[in-house]
């Protein structure tokens, strides 16, 4: 790459790089100040990898089915330019460019709906709009040889972000404990998909290290929760964590799988890396068990249960029992059976204790005389502290039909009456529920 001149203008600037001719742009002073401030950059960079300074590189394996892996070098230009971040944004080409682009009304409204917590304007003018251009840029360069094409290709993209009425918003995790085969529904702009080898760490290079391990490689682990969502263009990003988190929630009730997201989501905003945000440690954790099989009909569950979940905001005894029963995922006799005893006394105790829990889960779940009172003698192995894989089970069934139902302090009182002979036993199940070991 040629050394640019101590001072030189936008226009030499723009000479040196050989702009292609007839790209439509909406703002050429905006153009011509981000692409100095990134050919700044660049021979910044440039200068420093060439007087000893070491660019890192990721080893990364490309695994298919029926094919040979396949091993790839790549350079990590994102970490290395976001370790020099402050350095770059005191160059005299970035003061030209946040200038530029706090006198453009749409910047400003970009900046402020993507401000980040402590900082100002003009930090998320540079967070959010200048080093995500110049990584762009140099990914998609491979390094820091300049190419017009690459950042012409960026500076497109950023403009639909910084003009555009709606930002498209989006967040992936990855995803295990489950295989599918295709692409699911699960309501709330959520769906479950096979992730595409390399996808991930293709838009996120840092993306190494943060993935579950056998990730891509493993039938349980080659899918993604996704998250997309059309946002105004000065609204703020979603809750991914606390959406995704609900959604493994009522993907564990389906399915009783062991299902756990994450660590990290990644977050992109009009198809350009965002940002990485934790993943809520009670859905990043996975449970014991064995990998489960969503079908169709299993995401039409899920899809009502996420739903219902929101019934915890009013129901403090429904969050409780959900609560309970999920932390019960991860231990041993005699913590899980405590937490269960908890969870169904709070979803169905009414105030009443755990024996009246117990009778009316026999109740909502059995269907014979016979198939209640064996449910009834789980249920007291359970309060004298036994749970067997069957009997942790039976919380897990009675909290989705709670949740089906909708209504569970009337469900209580409709329990009741069928015990006493007084009406018949409340229908509440969509459809067939799975059991252990089921799907």
């Avoid at 970009?110 to 995500?132: D, K, M, N, Q, W």
Wanted: overall charge negative.
């Amino acid at each position: 790459m040629p050394e640019l001149p101590a001072g030189a203008g936008p226009e030499e600037r723009s000479a040196l790089s050989g702009r292609v001719s007839g790209l439509v742009i909406r703002a050429p002073h905006l153009y011509s100040s981000l692409q100095a401030f990134c050919l700044a950059a660049f021979a910044t960079a440039f200068r420093e990898l060439d007087s000893g300074g070491d660019l890192p590189f990721s080893f990364e394996e490309h695994h298919a089915v029926g094919r040979p892996t396949l091993y790839e070098y790549r350079p990590l230009v994102t970490p290395f330019l976001e370790a020099r971040a402050e350095r770059l944004a005191e160059l005299p080409d970035a003061e030209t460019a946040l200038a530029e682009l706090e006198r453009e009304p749409a910047a400003a409204i970009f900046a402020r709906s993507h401000r980040s917590a402590g900082a100002g304007p003009r930090g998320a003018l540079i967070e959010f709009v200048l080093l995500p251009l110049l990584e762009e840029t140099a990914e998609a360069c491979g390094g820091f040889d300049w190419s017009d094409e690459a950042f012409d290709r960026a500076y497109t993209r950023l403009e639909r972000s910084l003009f555009g009425s709606q930002r498209a918003y989006g967040a992936i995790a990855p995803v295990i404990g489950l295989s599918t085969g295709g692409i699911l529904d699960l309501g709330g702009g959520i769906r479950v998909r096979h992730v595409a080898t390399g996808e991930i760490s293709a838009h996120w290079p840092q993306a190494r290290g943060l993935l579950p391990d056998g990730f891509e490689r493993e039938p349980d682990r080659l899918c993604v929760l996704e998250l997309e969502q059309d946002l105004a263009s000065d609204a703020e990003a979603p809750d991914a964590p606390g959406e995704l988190a609900d959604c493994v929630t009522a993907l564990r009730l389906a399915s009783a799988g062991p299902i756990a997201a994450g660590p990290v989501l990644f977050e992109r905003v009009d198809w350009r890396p965002f940002g990485l945000r934790p993943v809520l440690p009670i859905a990043a954790t996975q449970p014991a068990g064995e990998a489960v099989r969503i079908d169709p009909l299993t995401a039409d569950r899920v899809r009502t249960l996420r739903e219902q979940l929101t019934l915890a905001d009013d129901d403090r005894d429904l969050g409780d029992a959900l609560d309970r029963w999920e932390l019960s995922l991860f231990q041993d006799d005699p913590f899980a059976s405590e937490q269960l005893r908890g969870a169904l006394t709070a979803l169905l105790g009414g105030g009443e204790g755990l024996f009246a829990a117990s009778l009316r889960a026999a109740a909502l779940l059995g269907e014979t005389p016979r198939e209640r009172a064996g449910l009834l003698e789980r249920l007291r192995l359970l309060a004298a502290g036994d749970s067997d894989a069957a009997t942790r089970d039976l919380v897990r069934r009675a909290l989705v039909d709670v949740l089906q139902n909708g209504e569970r302090r009337k469900l209580v009182l409709a329990l009741d009456e069928a015990l006493l002979g007084l009406r018949s036993k409340p229908n509440v199940r969509l459809g067939p529920l799975a059991a252990v070991g089921a799907i």
